[in-house]
């Protein structure tokens, strides 16, 4: 544990956190948020969030965390199509959480499309309240979102915030279109790496009876699970035929049935299966006896899912440009790829190739993961003290938009 994580844990803060999205909306940015709250809660902070989700199920939610772990949910408009379109509706919302009494710090959650966030954000900064402001996505689209509806929506304003990315891939992003924003931290996802860990031997070997791979996500456009349907098609060309491979997709979502009918066009239905939703314990199994995760998203901000997988000892294959970069190690702990082309090659080669997979598999197993969930709430804890020391320190006229 830092110094710093030392003295935030060591006297109550009271902290707010801002997301457009949040349960009973689902998704791994929904999941993160959550879990930093709750952990934050357990460490004896007091945490309210602000949220523009207001959907059925929410009332049931709050009102079930508000007993249990004394967490604060505010909520925007029930018509969240006005949310999005005029964020400032929710002034009254806002303008209450930061009121009542003194707040530490608001720690705004940027996406790819934010507007309560960022509405959040200046008025906590008009306040003279530290504003720590982390981003989620691919940092290009954010910052053209983040622009236009500080733009079109609330006109020029001084935003005097400090920033970080969840990877250091979105750290470099960041520091490449805002140059003069300052130093851009990394506070890593939540992740409890030890729950995923595994607990035994495997009892699954490489090919014995075949390769067991596994990929975890939403069935969302954006995470390209259609191009890695693509990518598998070409795998099993260049295999010898009967490879026995065992290819589970866990997740659901809008693109189910066009994946089934990729499935069945390719012919790759002896070789991929669509599991559906799975609870976590679940898919803890499933990657305790799995020989290789595949995340194939190439917008891939972190890699929550790939994480897990590392995190229970299972090679993650996935791309050099993404998030992913932080906890693979390729070559040890999995193997990461320059393109499409390389994950053909890199694939077709495992598939026949149970030793090296068996290596991949034991390296991963022996190492301790390089992002823990205590990394991660030692820099969250850092990051704010960081908010509340350059605030203290920043010019007046410095500007970040």
Known sequence: MTAADERA????????HVADSFPPDVGGIERQVEALALAQRADGHSVSVITAVNKDGAEEYDAAHAGRDGLDVRRGLRTRWLTIAFPSLNHSVVAEVLDREPVDVVHAHFTVASPIAIYAARAASRRGIPVAVTVHSVWWKVAAAHRFVSGVFFGPS????????????????????????GDVSVVPNLVDTDWWAPTRPSAHRAGDPDFRVVLVGRLKKRKHIDEFIEIMSRVKAKVPDGTPVSVSIVGAG????????QIEELDLGEWVELLGHRTPEQIRDLLHDADL????????????AALEARSAGVPVLGYT???????VESGVEGLLVEDADDMVESLAKLLVDAEQVEGLKASTRSRRPAVTRADALAATYAFYERAQRELRRRPKDRRNR
């Open 9 to 16: 844990q060591s006297r109550r803060l009271r902290i707010v």
């Open 158 to 181: 001084v935003m005097r915030v400090v920033y970080s990315g969840v990877s250091s891939m979105i750290a470099r992003h960041i520091k490449r279109v805002y140059p003069h924003c």
């Open 254 to 261: 809008p693109r189910h049935d066009d994946l089934v009918q």
């Open 293 to 304: 995760f595949v995340a194939p998203s190439r917008q891939e901000a972190f890699g929550i």
């Open 321 to 327: 440009f993404t998030g992913l970069v932080d906890f």
